[in-house]
């Protein structure tokens, strides 16, 4: 591949990379308007039981943003609930793709920092494996890579869908309200977003709002990852509630 590709670089004026454009965890968090994102991981929670039996269904592939799926995996197990990761198997394209996959995705999917790639989380169920019906809360975060590739993904529309029929809640972070929205889940629901993917919301049928968190009955929407506090207090509103 390497014969192959220097070339080519050379020819289009190519340079290799030494750093990628990242989002800095530790930077964001450290930031004073970000202090109600660090509570969540620095203080223990003041209701260590507030989601007991609770079922929550974090659906993500690769490219998904970090921040937003580790925050949310910690905040609500370390809340007593039972909180899986759920990803679509690995995926499979023909030879002149030439897309690879290493054999860690067969259990584990990749986070992105922004646009530089972060760590490989393990998967807690196969998208394919799992059930809407089983879980009181869906959530879909972001990161670009992740929800394009969820809404191509029939089994992840479909799952979505089932959970709202179900009624159960559904949230998205950032890019994420991308897969609600192609699911048919926005349309004459005020949610937010990434703010560049306002108009996909509007052509979609939404009324976009942009606040940090919106909730329109059971459908929770979140704006960006400096935004995670707000959101998962929207989803405990909307759980005590119900």
């Known amino acids: 591949?390497?014969?192959?590709?220097?070339?080519?670089?050379?020819?289009?004026?190519?340079?290799?990379?030494?750093?990628?454009?990242?989002?800095?965890?530790?930077?964001m968090l450290d930031a004073p308007e970000n202090s109600a994102i660090r509570d969540i991981w620095v203080l223990p929670p003041d209701k260590p039981k507030l989601h007991a039996g609770r079922k929550i269904a974090v659906v993500a592939t690769d490219?998904?943003?970090?921040?937003?799926?580790?925050?949310?995996?910690?905040?609500?197990?370390?809340?007593?609930?039972?909180?899986?990761?759920?990803?679509?198997?690995?995926?499979?394209?023909?030879?002149?793709?030439?897309?690879?996959?290493?054999?860690?995705?067969?259990?584990?999917?990749?986070?992105?920092?922004?646009?530089?790639?972060?760590?490989?989380i393990k998967i807690d169920r196969l998208l394919e494996d799992a059930s809407a019906k089983d879980y009181d809360v869906v959530i879909v975060p972001g990161g670009v890579w992740n929800p394009d590739a969820l809404r191509n993904d029939a089994?992840?529309?479909?799952?979505?869908?089932?959970?709202?029929?179900?009624?159960?809640?559904?949230?998205?972070?950032?890019?994420?309200?991308?897969?609600?929205?192609d699911a048919g889940l926005t349309r004459g629901k005020r949610a937010t977003g990434w703010w560049s993917i306002k108009p996909d919301l509007e052509n979609a049928g939404a009324t976009f709002i942009d606040e940090p968190a919106v909730t329109d009955g059971k459908i929770v929407t979140e704006r960006a990852p400096i935004d995670l506090a707000a959101f998962v207090h929207a989803i405990d509103n909307v759980l005590v509630a119900a």
């Open 155 to 181: 089994k992840a529309i479909g799952f979505v869908q089932a959970a709202a029929a179900a009624g159960k809640i559904v949230a998205a972070i950032c890019h994420g309200p991308w897969v609600l929205s």
């Open 1 to 27: 591949m390497t014969q192959t590709i220097s070339p080519l670089r050379a020819l289009l004026n190519v340079e290799a990379s030494a750093s990628l454009p990242r989002l800095s965890n530790a930077q």
């Open 63 to 120: 490219g998904v943003e970090e921040i937003e799926l580790t925050t949310v995996l910690h905040y609500f197990r370390s809340r007593g609930a039972q909180v899986d990761l759920v990803a679509p198997k690995k995926p499979s394209y023909p030879g002149f793709h030439g897309i690879q996959f290493p054999d860690v995705r067969e259990t584990h999917i990749m986070t992105i920092t922004f646009i530089a790639t972060g760590g490989w």
